[in-house]
């Protein structure tokens, strides 16, 4: 049982340059999320999606698209990378609870390291 | 502003000495709260969730527990494998589903 798996898990860009990273889940959840983790920061929510074919803004969105294509893959774009988006991204879901426990635990993938130069 | 505070920021512990981790949170009113576990170069393990003041939760050495204001995360006789990064979040009334509001952390040093 895999959970959330992120590829790649490392990678060095040059300014300018574009990339995609890729995450997988084989637990059929609903929602997908991508974070960003800087030191000092906390995990900050880039996009979400509740659903396949559908996105939405978090926190820090500028820079950044995604896509839902389909229900276990959630794929982060970065256009024209920056410096400032140097950082370890997370890929996490989670299934629809119900009444009071609506809001489910996120299960996290194990990251990756990007650094842009 | 919705906010969440962890602290302390580092806690150094001898093995079997036992100590607690404390999340302060500010929100509109509170849907969930959340631990997690991080080990170094892994993304966050999920440990708990608690939904209202007065819940507790257990798991071996771990207890916690959540007040209208705060949650607890107690480690009673840590060993060195508890060793980690602790991560506290929040949901809030109001707030898109999973927008979750993390803490910076708690990093837990155990020494045998």
């Known amino acids: 049982n895999a959970g959330v798996t992120q590829t790649p898990k490392f990678r060095v860009l040059k300014t300018g340059q574009s990339m995609t990273l890729l995450c997988a889940q084989d637990?059929?959840?609903?929602?997908m999320y991508w974070y960003r983790q800087d030191p000092g920061m906390g995990l900050r929510l880039i996009h979400y999606?509740?659903?396949?074919?559908?996105?939405a803004k978090g926190e820090v969105p500028d820079g950044y698209n995604v896509s839902r294509l389909k229900k276990q893959n959630f794929l982060l774009g970065l256009e024209s990378a920056a410096p400032s988006q140097t950082s370890v991204y997370f890929c996490?879901?989670?299934?629809?609870?119900?009444?009071?426990?609506?809001?489910?635990?996120?299960?996290f993938g194990d990251g990756t390291r990007l650094s842009i130069l | 502003e919705d906010q969440v505070t962890q602290s302390p920021e580092a806690l150094r512990l001898q093995e079997g000495e036992s100590s607690s981790l404390n999340c302060s949170y500010t929100v509109s009113g509170l849907r969930g709260l959340f631990w997690y576990r991080q080990d170094p170069g892994k993304g966050p393990e999920f440990l708990f969730t608690?939904?209202?003041a007065g819940e507790e939760k257990e798991k071996e050495r771990l207890k916690a527990t959540l007040t209208k204001k705060e949650s607890f995360l107690h480690i009673t006789a840590p060993k060195p494998e508890d060793s980690a990064t602790y991560l506290c979040a929040v949901q809030a009334h109001g707030g898109s589903q999973g927008n979750l509001i993390f803490g910076k952390g708690t990093k837990l040093s155990v020494k045998p």
């Open positions: 608690l939904y209202s």
């Open positions: 637990m059929n959840h609903e929602y």
């Open positions: 999606s509740v659903g396949e074919g559908t996105t």
């Open positions: 996490a879901s989670s299934y629809q609870g119900s009444g009071r426990e609506i809001d489910q635990p996120q299960h």
